[in-house]
């Protein structure tokens, strides 16, 4: 039971006050490949929608982990895989959002 409070203090609540920023339009300059980008390619991008789905997947990420954390300390998921895999799916869609439509600025 300890050790599921310390994965959490350790990995959860810096995940979820990281995600909080970015919520809140913070952190552009910490989003891989949206640093490098050249003004030019920035501008193909909104920086506040790609910074909200950002941050609503790494909080989904983070309660998806604490979640697992949990069932499993409980006894529910007994598997240490599940704990791996599921929490990926929120980045697996929220990278799917962002390369969609959805984020492109229409202005070009």
């Known amino acids: 039971m300890a050790e599921a409070w ?6 959860v609540v810096p995940i ?10 913070r952190g552009g300059s910490l989003l ?4 490098t980008a050249t003004s030019e ?3 193909k991008f909104d920086e506040k929608r790609l910074l909200r789905i950002a941050g ?6 983070a309660v998806l982990f604490e979640l697992m954390l949990w069932l499993q300390d409980i006894g529910i998921i007994t598997s240490s895989l599940y704990v791996m895999i599921i929490p990926l799916i929120p980045i697996i869609v929220g990278v799917l959002i962002a390369n969609s439509k959805y ?4 202005q070009q």
């Open 6 to 11: 310390m994965l959490s203090l350790i990995f």
């Open 103 to 106: 984020v492109k600025n229409e």
């Open 32 to 35: 891989a490949g949206y640093n």
């Open 41 to 43: 390619q920035k501008k």
């Open 16 to 25: 979820v006050i990281f995600g909080i920023l970015m919520l809140f339009g």
């Open 56 to 61: 609503i997947m790494i909080i989904s990420f």
